[in-house]
């Protein structure tokens, strides 16, 4: 079994900052891509920025340049730092982790409990 712990979430004026972290524990032989997610209310959940084994991160075109996706792989987990914060930003965050455990040896995708993140105007 897989578990994922999120962090960092809370209420921030608009222009602020916020950091997020996910660390991911358990049977853990390999991770793969590691992103997180969004939901607002009333909308669908969206990818909000990705980061490959091998370091390569990809955004929404709605926080680029402005949020920065890193990872450490020696701890197993991915830090969402998000700044200039705006009121559209205000959603519940997930983050998303690939994982090889020991006991299945394929790739099975886990999901954070979600963490809300509110900006203010």
């Known amino acids: 079994q897989v578990q994922l712990v999120e962090s960092g979430g809370g209420l921030v004026q608009a222009g602020g900052s916020l950091r997020l972290s996910c660390a991911a524990s358990?049977?853990?032989?390999?991770?793969?891509?590691m992103g997180w997610y969004r939901q607002a209310p009333g909308k669908q959940r969206e990818l909000v920025a990705a980061?490959?084994?091998?370091?390569?991160?990809n955004y929404a075109e709605s926080v680029r340049g402005r949020f920065t996706i890193s990872r450490d792989n020696a701890k197993n987990t991915v830090v969402l730092q998000m700044n200039s914060l705006k009121p559209e930003d205000t959603a519940v965050y997930y983050c998303?982790?690939?994982?090889?455990?020991?006991?299945?040896?394929?790739?099975?995708?886990?999901w954070g409990q979600g963490t809300q993140v509110t900006v203010s105007s």
């Open positions: 998303k982790i690939g994982v090889i455990t020991f006991t299945t040896m394929s790739r099975l995708d886990y």
């Open positions: 358990g049977s853990i032989f390999m991770i793969n891509t």
């Open positions: 980061i490959t084994s091998g370091g390569s991160a």
